[in-house]
């Protein structure tokens, strides 16, 4: 018996909950103006039954009318009848027409009867289709004003939303959006890493294909300053040797006669020019490496 109540108990709860979780989808589901407008309609076919039954009573009324007046005339036809068989001494034939008169006529009292229920039955009917159909204008009426009213306040709602963010719509947007400046800002930071490790050479590996000799390196920066230190001595040799001869020309007065003699001594190499001093050897780089002294070139 307990086991019975705790599963009765625990369906019963089972039944709770779904009828609960239907009503939340349905309410969540049902228009208003949907509903209206369904109610509207129903409303129209109760009017419209309304009206046929008035027809149908109206048609029962006049078939009974028809029916009268039939009997009406039957029974007329019958007492002149009578009235000529009295006149002509046939007191029986009299006698029976009065009796199918009296027949007639008493069918007439039913068609009668019948006609003045069926009559009244039309009058109500009438006024109840009136008034429903007052009801049914009203209803129109008020569905018309309440959709309307519906239908702003759901726009208002909507844009309000919108205003605000925090409809489905806009939330969705505004996610994508911040999706697409997460992306943009991993992108960018990923350029700036790839730049600044091609700038410290920690790329050129992967794209030469082979791995950087940084020993090498070095020699190689080292060797180019070598070659820069030793074109500078060269230039502050020929300024020197160059300083002198313009110094005496200047003080005997006479260049051209100079420049005339000198031409004769020089040879067809030009001017000769004291070789520049010896450099140091740089540290850590063989002689055999660095680059060999220009001889001095002799005249013809």
């Not at 007439?108 to 019948?114: F, M, R, T």
């Amino acid at each position: 018996m307990k086991g019975t109540a705790a599963r009765m108990g625990v369906m019963k709860r089972v039944s709770l909950v779904f009828k609960a979780k239907a009503n939340k989808a349905l309410d969540k589901m049902e228009d208003p103006r949907e509903t209206l407008d369904y109610s509207y309609q129903r409303q129209l076919e109760l009017l419209t039954k309304v009206r046929r039954g008035v027809a149908d009573v109206a048609t029962s009324r006049k078939r009974v009318e028809l029916q009268m007046n039939q009997l009406q005339q039957q029974a007329n036809k019958l007492e002149d009848q009578a009235r000529k068989a009295l006149g002509m001494g046939r007191e029986d034939l009299a006698r029976a027409a009065l009796e199918r008169k009296a027949s007639a006529q008493g069918q007439l009292n039913d068609l009668q009867a019948q006609y003045a229920q069926l009559q009244a039955e039309e009058e109500k009917l009438t006024v109840a289709s009136q008034r429903l159909q007052s009801k049914v204008d009203a209803f129109r009426t008020r569905k018309e004003t309440i959709k309307a009213t519906y239908t702003a306040a759901e726009a208002q709602t909507r844009i309000n939303e919108a205003f605000s963010g925090i409809s489905e719509e806009m939330g969705d947007v505004g996610m994508a959006i911040q999706r697409a400046e997460d992306k943009t800002a991993q992108m960018q930071a990923r350029a700036g890493a790839i730049d600044e490790l091609m700038a410290s050479g920690a790329l050129d590996d992967a794209v030469g294909g082979s791995r950087r000799d940084d020993i090498q390196s070095e020699l190689d920066m080292m060797s180019a300053s070598s070659d820069v230190e030793r074109e500078l001595s060269r230039l502050k040799g020929e300024i020197t040797a160059s300083a002198p001869k313009q110094l005496e020309g200047g003080a005997n007065g006479n260049s051209q006669a100079t420049t005339q003699s000198q031409a004769q001594d020089q040879g067809p190499s030009g001017p000769y020019a004291p070789p520049p001093p010896a450099q140091a050897q740089p540290a850590g780089i063989p002689a055999s490496d660095l680059p060999a002294e220009p001889q001095d070139r002799e005249g013809p």
